[in-house]
C-alpha cells in the first residue's frame, strides 16, 4: 500500500485553471497506476483520469477530456492533474488513487481528497 495526500484545490472562476498534486509515500510508487477521482455533492463519486505506472497509457473521462491533463513524475513519486478551462460542473472533491495491474481502485489506496470549487 502506498499512502497519498493531495494539494493544490481551491477557488477559481470558470475558464481558470488548477493544478492538483498527489505526493505519495510507501512501497514503490512506480509500480502503481495512478488516477484521480471527483464527487461532487449529492453524486457518486466518478472516474476523471488515469495514468499507467510508465505514463504511456491515459485514460480520461469524456467529461474532462481536451480540458485536463494527468501526469506523473516516478522520481517525485508524484502525480499532477493539471486542469484548463474549468466549468461549475468541475466543483467537486477531487481525489488520488492508485492501484496495481491485478487489482481495482477499490482495494486499492486512496487520500483524502482536496476541494476545487469552481464559481461561475
Known amino acids: 500500500q502506498v499512502q497519498l495526500v493531495e494539494s493544490g484545490g481551491g477557488l477559481v472562476q470558470a475558464g481558470g485553471s488548477l493544478r492538483l498534486s498527489c505526493a505519495a509515500s510507501?512501497?514503490?510508487?512506480?509500480?502503481?497506476?495512478m488516477g484521480w477521482f471527483r464527487q461532487a455533492p449529492g453524486k457518486e463519486r466518478e472516474f476523471v483520469a488515469d495514468?499507467?505506472?510508465?505514463?504511456?497509457?491515459?485514460n480520461y473521462a469524456e467529461s474532462v477530456k481536451d480540458r485536463f491533463t494527468i501526469s506523473r513524475d516516478n522520481a517525485k513519486k508524484t502525480v499532477y492533474l493539471q486542469m484548463n478551462s474549468l466549468k461549475p460542473e468541475d466543483t467537486a472533491v477531487y481525489y488520488c488513487?492508485?492501484?496495481?495491474?491485478?487489482?481495482?481502485?477499490?482495494?486499492?489506496?486512496w487520500g483524502q481528497g482536496t476541494q476545487v470549487t469552481v464559481s461561475s
Open positions: 495514468v499507467s505506472w510508465g505514463g504511456t497509457r491515459i
Open positions: 510507501g512501497r514503490t510508487f512506480s509500480t502503481y497506476i
Open positions: 488513487a492508485a492501484r496495481t495491474s491485478i487489482s481495482d481502485y477499490g482495494r486499492g489506496s
